[in-house]
Nanobody
Framework: QVQLVESGGGLVQAGGSLRLSCGVSGNTFSSYAMGWFRRTPGKEREFVAAINWNAETTGYADFAKGRFTISRDNIKNTVYLQMNSLKPEDTADYYC???????????????WGQGTQIIVVS
């Protein structure tokens, strides 16, 4: 009953910025945390950022700190990931995920989006 749809990916020059959106639809019957993960061929899915239900707590991977910002709008049922100073190594498929309860860095979430591709070129 819950669907997540990411958007905002694309091709960007190194040093540039992108803003990803993740729309949440369906019956979210309790408070939930939202997370962003990414996956590159040949690498395991890795944590990027997460935010709790009321945006009072957030968490970031080391590579994301100072460059990426996660936020959410519960009225619009949307979570965002602002990515600045992008690097070629940020190239990956990015996924949003929903977890009932507290966020965590492990990919143990209840629902996942289909992903959106980001390619950073030099």
């Amino acid at each position: 009953q819950v669907q997540l749809v990411e958007s905002g990916g694309g091709l960007v020059q190194a040093g540039g910025s992108l803003r990803l959106s993740c729309g949440v639809s369906g019956n979210t019957f309790s408070s939930y945390a939202m997370g962003w993960f990414r996956r590159t061929p040949g690498k395991e899915r890795e944590f990027v950022a997460a935010i709790n239900w009321n945006a009072e707590t957030t968490g970031y991977a080391d590579f994301a700190k100072g460059r990426f910002t996660i936020s959410r709008d519960n009225i619009k049922n949307t979570v965002y990931l602002q990515m600045n100073s992008l690097k070629p190594e940020d190239t990956a498929d990015y996924y949003c995920a929903l977890r009932y309860g507290a966020w965590m860095e492990r990919p143990d979430y209840n629902y996942w989006g289909q992903g959106t591709q980001i390619i950073v070129v030099s």
